[in-house]
């Protein structure tokens, strides 16, 4: 029974360009939520997606950020012209009643 | 804004010493209440959760927590520690819209053989 996957683990990125973040949830789980953990801070909820909807983007950053959940395919958190604050752990769950995390992905923005 | 404070950054202990991690929230209503663990290169656990009911709420490893809602507390309890239980521990709240979790800034455990 796969749990949430996320790929990939780690990612590097020069400044400017594009990072595809990918979320596969659990069997069976229609939401998904991604959040942000900077470092020394806790995760920050970011957006909350269900098949081919965004539910709660209230987290997102208004600009460079977006992120989407087909109907067919894993979720996927896009950051464009990226800079070095973006770099961080990118936390992906899926829930049915409770949220089950990935493992998450690390962006470095050199 | 509904938010998550746990005071302690980070907890040195030795094995077989008790533990004890604090988190209060802000939200005054009906809440739903988590602790997680996040082992070193491991993704998020649930460690155990309060919705409703017995405030004092056991979860896995041997982990508990109580809720008292006059102190807006959640907190999370172990008797004794082992060398394992190093980790990362984040308390959360459920946002009043039920769409996302608040988490604290988390503290991490040393525990020392």
């Known amino acids: 029974n796969a749990g949430v996957m996320q790929n990939p683990r780690h990612l590097v990125r020069r400044r400017g360009q594009e990072a595809r973040l990918r979320c596969s949830p659990m069997?069976?789980?229609?939401?998904v939520y991604w959040y942000r953990q900077l470092p020394e801070e806790g995760l920050k909820f970011m957006v909350y997606l269900q098949k081919e909807n965004i539910i709660d983007e209230s987290g997102m950053p208004k600009e460079r950020f977006s992120a989407e959940f087909p109907k067919e395919g894993p979720s996927i958190l896009r950051i464009q012209q990226v800079v070095r604050g973006d770099s961080a752990a990118y936390f992906c769950?899926?829930?049915?009643?409770?949220?089950?995390f990935g493992p998450g992905t690390r962006l470095t923005v050199l | 804004a509904q938010s998550v404070s746990q005071h302690n950054h980070h907890v040195i202990l030795s094995e077989a010493a008790s533990l004890e991690l604090g988190c209060n929230y802000s939200?005054?209503?009906?809440?739903?209440l988590f602790w997680y663990v996040q082992y070193p290169g491991q993704h998020l656990q649930l460690l155990l959760k309060?919705?409703?009911?017995?405030?004092l709420v056991k979860g896995i490893k041997g982990f508990e927590a109580e809720f008292i809602k006059s102190k807006f507390s959640f907190n999370l309890r172990k008797p004794s520690v082992q060398w394992s239980d190093t980790a990362e521990y984040f308390c959360?709240?459920?946002?009043?819209?039920?769409?996302?979790?608040?988490f604290g800034k988390g503290t991490t455990l040393s525990v020392s053989s």
């Open positions: 959360a709240v459920r946002n009043q819209a039920g769409t996302a979790l608040i």
């Open positions: 769950a899926s829930s049915h009643n409770e949220q089950f």
């Open positions: 069997k069976g789980h229609s939401h």
């Open positions: 309060y919705f409703s009911g017995d405030p």
């Open positions: 939200y005054g209503g009906t809440v739903n």
